[in-house]
């Protein structure tokens, strides 16, 4: 259907429905003149008159009516959805995509989304996990989570967890058969439990600073996961030291399980952000869900 024939019939419906070119006119926007020459155009295109007109008075013809009849729901119907999309923008709905590494999404991510999804049942969120920085707009993510130092300068970001630290840790079990590194360059001796990216599929490198030196440090040992869970259960056993964030295994350090070493080659550093592009639009569901993260500390 042409463009002008939509605009037309839309004319037709204001006049049929008002019984007046003057009320009609108000109501679309247009002279009453120029109101009574696209009816007339409308006319001579479809090839029937729609409209009688006298001095006083304006009404639909047969064909008139049989039009007005056909078209007026489906025009109304076109209103209806046209205002209800116009209140989804105060209303939070909607998906949000989130590239995340492991870490965040398990301790900040879940226990906020556990609690804020069943207040806003139209809300849908989806996490993608993995190791790398993704470009999340070439991607289609609406935001990613990383540590403050690794998001681009572009980007706007907001603090959604405290500091973090790493922390070198081992089970009693193990000290008793190694003693305790003193330096990062000590770790040879050990046996080390490693992470192997999932994303990447490399071995991560013990990451350490003192100083103001900075160390990394390629550990060996008879086991590696991609799973930080899995990890801890390995030192718990005994099977090496592990390298890991002090809040993953604060039960453990609390109890006794795990034993911290090389603490003064792990000084704390800026913690996890929320960051999206500056230019980007925030819609209704995304503000709630930035509020439910946003670190107030």
């Known amino acids: 259907m042409a463009r002008d024939t939509v605009s037309d019939l839309v004319a037709f419906l204001a006049v049929a429905r008002e019984s007046s070119f003057t009320r009609a006119a108000a109501q679309v926007g247009v002279s009453a003149s120029a109101l009574s020459h696209t009816i007339r155009k409308l006319e001579e295109r479809i090839g029937v008159r729609l409209l009688t007109r006298t001095t006083r008075s304006v009404s639909t013809t047969e064909a008139g ?53 069943p207040l806003y049942p139209d809300i849908h969120v989806e996490i993608s996990v993995d190791d790398t920085l993704r470009d999340i707009a070439e991607d289609r993510f609406d935001a990613g989570v990383r540590l403050g130092e ?51 599929g490399g071995v991560y490198a013990w990451e350490f600073e003192k100083g103001g030196r900075e160390l990394k440090v390629r550990v060996e040992g008879q086991v590696a996961f991609n799973d930080e869970r899995l990890i801890i259960k390995a030192a718990r ?48 569901a995304f503000a709630v869900l930035l509020e439910a993260l946003r670190y107030r500390g």
Request: with cysteine; net charge neutral; hydrophobic share 40%.
């Open 237 to 284: 056993a005994g099977l090496g030291l592990a390298y890991l964030f002090r809040d993953s295994v604060a039960p453990e350090l609390d109890d006794g399980t795990l034993l911290p070493v090389l603490t003064d080659w792990t000084p704390p550093f800026s913690g996890y952000h929320l960051y999206y592009p500056s230019r980007r639009q925030q819609s209704p």
């Open 65 to 117: 009516e049989r039009l007005l009849r056909t078209i007026g729901p489906h025009f109304d119907e076109i209103n209806r959805e046209v205002e209800g999309l116009s209140e989804l923008r105060d209303k939070p709905a909607g998906t949000i995509r989130i590239t995340s590494a492991d870490h965040p999404a398990q301790t900040i991510l879940w226990p906020a989304l556990k609690k804020l999804l």
């Open 150 to 200: 690794q998001v681009a300068k572009d980007m706007i970001a907001v603090p959604i967890g405290p500091g973090a630290q790493m922390i070198v840790v081992g089970a009693p079990s193990y000290f008793q058969k190694y003693a305790q590194p003193r330096s990062p360059h000590e770790l040879a001796e050990h046996q080390c439990i490693n992470l192997r990216l999932r994303t990447l």
